[in-house]
T-cell receptor, first 113, second 109 residues
């Protein structure tokens, strides 16, 4: 059972455009929602995370939008750059911490120059 | 401060062979994890250790064993490798967030 569904599988965006990746979860006990960025040959690295007491969190060009009633959250990358080309994973966990993360299937983002 | 280190980086095994993947962290974290990453499936938790001396099964534990040797080290053992275990394996440790190692790319022929 896939508890965190991520879409799209791949995304191509022009430089300067907005990249949007969506995730939906099933388990209402999840209360910590991070996004990870992974470059080829590297391990995932935490990009930004949100807890359900807020609907939006912004860090630089990266924003998480969270809709608790719809059980959905999304990553928005503003002014996308070629250096943002990577695979992005959403994840979720219980207990308000980073333990026992359940990951989405990943989105391969390509930003064209 | 090296963070999370994994050895080896690459390994090729024949079906039925055994091997141990090593992981160490220098951040004094209590919790450590082993994941496997397969195309189109994200990262799936194999085993985790909430603290030294404890280990628990994750989503896909079959065919694997783990040892939490001390607070720093958490190893993953394949007793009898199968082609279905061809994957990239990541170790992670956590405080408020999970920190991942660089991965081990394992091929079982």
């Amino acid at each position: 059972q896939q508890q965190v569904k991520q879409s799209p599988q791949s995304l191509i965006v022009q430089k300067g455009g907005i990249s949007i990746i969506n995730c939906a979860y099933e388990n209402t006990a999840f209360d910590y929602f991070p996004w990870y960025q992974q470059f080829p040959g590297k391990g995932p690295a935490l990009l930004i995370a949100i807890r359900p007491d807020v609907s939006e969190k912004k860090e630089g060009r990266f924003t998480i939008s969270f809709n608790k009633s719809a059980k959905q959250f999304s990553l928005h990358i503003m002014d996308s750059q070629p250096g943002d080309s990577a695979t992005y994973f959403c994840a979720a966990s219980k207990g308000g911490s980073a333990r026992q993360l359940t990951f989405g299937s990943g989105t391969q983002l390509t930003v064209l120059p | 401060n090296a963070g999370v280190t994994q050895t080896p980086k690459f390994q090729v095994l024949k079906t039925g062979q055994s091997m141990t993947l090593q992981c160490a962290q220098d951040m004094n974290h209590n919790s450590m994890y082993w994941y496997r990453q397969d195309p189109g499936m994200g990262l799936r938790l194999i085993y985790y250790s909430a603290s030294e001396g404890t280990t628990d099964k994750g989503e896909v534990p079959n065919g694997y064993n783990v040892s939490r040797l001390n607070k720093r080290e958490f190893s993953l053992r394949l007793e009898s490798a199968a082609p279905s275990q061809t994957s990239v394996y990541f170790c992670a440790s956590s405080d408020l967030k999970q920190h991942f190692g660089p991965g081990t790319r394992l091929t079982v022929t």
